[in-house]
């Protein structure tokens, strides 16, 4: 006996809105009469339509889960899952908004993160209480992040290991970049040729544009320190030189500040890949662990360079 999930009905009516509502945008195409900004128009649309497809639609359409009485298996998001019952540890709902459509499996291997959001959450709830141990079912949502981030270090001591590494990718804040781009270059040529008053504007977002494509790299959690690997080149500070952090309001950029150093890196909002859940538990954990206090402000957006923290790049 095995229950067997795939993409919900109201995923792919969603999905499907989604592409037809960007298809919206030919008809301004048509409707334009100057032939360069319809071709501005026309090619936005073409590569938000490719981006929507290959980055959110394509990954999951073809989704499937399955569990039985052996374990867990499948294939989500591009990636196998292959888990079998007597791995397992824990399996718990993270408590924050965003990661509620995930589980987290904490086997003995380390911890495992599956999206279910697009598959039916409570069916697959209800699968897992019906073949899995019932030990392992960690009830109701946790409602302090220190509880479950202590479950998964001390049932799987990841965070111990000397040869521990996480490492995101800054998915998002690509995507912000590469379609601010687009978007305020376009606008930019379209206020020229009509000579209208927002140029400034939309100037000010393809510079802003710009700077976050030079600013996007690779951040690298380990045991000792943060590195972050930018075009600009790449800066470290280790967890215990760290005072206190700085983070804008939305978790989009954190400052870290040590003694006359500073730090700035993509906050857990801009996290991508598949060790970001991971990433997020072990900065709650070393927030926790050494006692850093976290302070939000706005102003972290117009002081986002790093100071005294660069090293040489890593061969």
């Known amino acids: ?3 067997q999930f795939r993409p919900t009905l109201g995923f792919r009516i969603f999905s499907g809105a989604v ?16 032939l360069i900004t319809r071709l501005i128009i026309i090619t ?21 889960l399955t569990i039985n009485e052996i374990g867990i298996n499948g294939l989500v998001r ?10 397992v540890k824990a399996i718990w709902q993270p408590e924050t908004h ?21 598959l039916g959450r409570q069916r697959i709830w209800a699968a897992l209480r019906k073949f899995g141990p019932p030990e392992i079912l960690v009830p109701g949502k946790y409602r302090s992040t220190y509880d479950y981030i202590k479950l998964y270090s001390l049932s799987t001591q990841v965070f ?35 000579l209208i008053c927002f140029v400034p504007i939309y100037g000010l977002g393809l510079l802003m544009s710009i700077v976050i494509l030079l600013g996007v ?56 890949g598949r060790s970001k859940e991971i990433m997020r538990l072990f900065y709650q954990f070393q927030l926790l662990e050494r006692d850093i206090m976290v302070k939000e402000s706005i102003g972290v957006n117009f002081r986002f360079w790093s100071r005294n923290t660069r090293v040489g790049r890593d061969k």
């Open 1 to 3: 006996m095995k229950t």
């Open 19 to 34: 592409l037809l509502s960007i298809s919206a945008w030919f008809y301004l195409a048509i409707v334009v009469d100057d």
């Open 44 to 64: 936005l649309v073409i590569i938000l339509e490719i981006f929507t497809i290959e980055s959110f639609i394509a990954p999951q359409w073809n989704d499937i």
């Open 78 to 87: 591009r990636r196998t899952i292959n888990i079998l019952w007597k791995d």
């Open 98 to 118: 965003s990661w509620a459509r995930s589980i987290l499996i904490s086997t003995t291997r380390g911890l495992e993160e599956i999206f279910i959001g697009h």
């Open 160 to 194: 111990e290991r000397v040869d521990f590494l996480l490492r995101s990718n800054q998915y998002p804040a690509r995507i912000v970049g590469w379609f601010g781009l687009f978007l305020f270059a376009s606008m930019t040529i379209i206020s020229i040729r009509y």
């Open 217 to 272: 790299g690779s951040l690298e959690f380990d045991p000792e320190s943060i590195t972050y690997s930018a075009w600009m080149g790449q800066y470290r500070l280790r967890w215990d030189q760290i005072l206190w952090i700085e983070q804008e309001p939305t978790g989009g950029w954190l400052l870290l500040y040590g003694e006359n150093k500073r730090l700035g890196i993509p906050g857990p909002s801009m996290w991508s």
